[in-house]
């Protein structure tokens, strides 16, 4: 990725560590909570809620309805998949699909086992949901000279491939689903907080999601704040096959993990104490540079979220073959 998209990249997602939320709220057990709000329509009354624990949230006019019990050692999340934020124009010329609710009920462990080795994911398997009960889904089935094989797939936050996505780096299946690639403007502004950044979503192992405003030294809440970076950097040189050309970041194996390069591990992630866990816990970064959103699990992924085989679920129009290169 050029110096002037990553810069693009990283003022349209400043507000992660300078500008988010203005609020901090108790819920009654006495745990700081989030504020859940629809935006912008308000006809949802806003909810503080102790995102750890129950909690049920709608709103008729965005169409959003989650309801998350915890009991057993089991986070249930229960969600129709719309977001209880406006979204972008869809269908679109790059996107031709319409929201629709969805049916979705996972259950994840809430004191998940922390694995020596990360492993990663592959489409169709989404990585997380959302306090909104939208999924984080940051794989696209586009694949240089459309073909799965190839060994070289497009990056969907990058330039080599428009698939229609709106200001919450989201678009839609065909079957419907609303789903993040990216940060999402419009989930970071409904769960504000000063200070740690907010919890914002459960993986599919049972671990939490959060922004990426983090304490410098994770199990020191009085080291003050920082903007986490994950451990992953553009290889240098040109690319061996396929696309050929120089590693720009328009494909996800453009870029490869550096250990101690940066915050986080190879799974995005890192041991960290935070308002919801104060004696810490494993969790997951949303970054504002590759990957983003984790491809990749530190924990044993839960049954119910498992999703494997089918066809691709592409849904922006087929990959631009790049230009011969000089």
């Not at 057990?29 to 009354?45: D, E, F, M, R, V």
């Not at 249930?76 to 209880?84: A, D, E, T």
């Amino acid at each position: 990725m050029s110096d002037t998209t990553q810069n693009e990249l990283v003022s349209r997602r400043g507000f992660l560590l300078g500008s988010l939320g203005s609020t901090i709220a108790f819920t009654a057990a006495g745990t700081t909570g989030l504020i859940l709000k629809a935006s912008p329509s308000n006809a949802a009354p806003s909810l503080v809620a102790d995102v750890t624990g129950d909690y049920s949230f709608q709103d008729s006019t965005t169409g959003c309805v989650v309801t998350v019990t915890v009991a057993n050692g089991v986070r249930r999340i229960r969600s129709n998949g719309m977001p209880n934020h406006s979204t972008g124009q869809f269908p679109n010329s790059k996107n031709p699909n319409a929201i629709s609710p969805q049916s979705y009920d996972f259950s994840l462990p809430t004191n998940p086992t922390t694995n020596t080795r990360v492993a990663p994911y592959v489409i169709p398997q989404p990585f997380g949901i959302a306090v909104n009960g939208v999924l984080f889904d940051p794989l696209a089935a586009e694949y240089y000279g459309n073909d799965r094989n190839s060994g070289w797939s497009y990056n969907a936050l990058a330039n080599g491939i428009d698939l229609g996505l709106d200001d919450n780096e989201a678009h839609v299946q065909p079957s419907g689903a609303y789903h993040y690639h990216g940060i999402p403007e419009g989930l970071a502004d409904s769960v504000t907080r000063k200070g740690h950044s907010p919890l914002v979503g459960w993986a599919g192992d049972g671990f939490p999601i959060y922004l990426n405003r983090g304490y410098r030294e994770p199990r020191d809440t009085g080291s003050g704040l920082t903007r986490l970076g994950s451990s992953y950097r553009l290889k240098s040189g040109t690319r061996p096959s396929g696309p050929g050309g120089s590693y720009n970041g328009d494909f996800v194996e453009d870029f490869e993990y550096i250990a101690g390069s940066g915050d986080l591990d190879a799974a995005n992630g890192r041991f960290q104490k935070t308002p919801e866990f104060p004696r810490g816990t494993y969790c997951y970064i949303l970054t504002t540079d590759y990957p983003v959103v984790p491809r990749a699990f530190r924990g044993d992924l839960a049954t119910s979220f498992t999703k494997s085989g089918g066809p691709n679920r592409g849904t922006g129009q087929p990959p631009r073959r790049p230009q011969p290169r000089p």
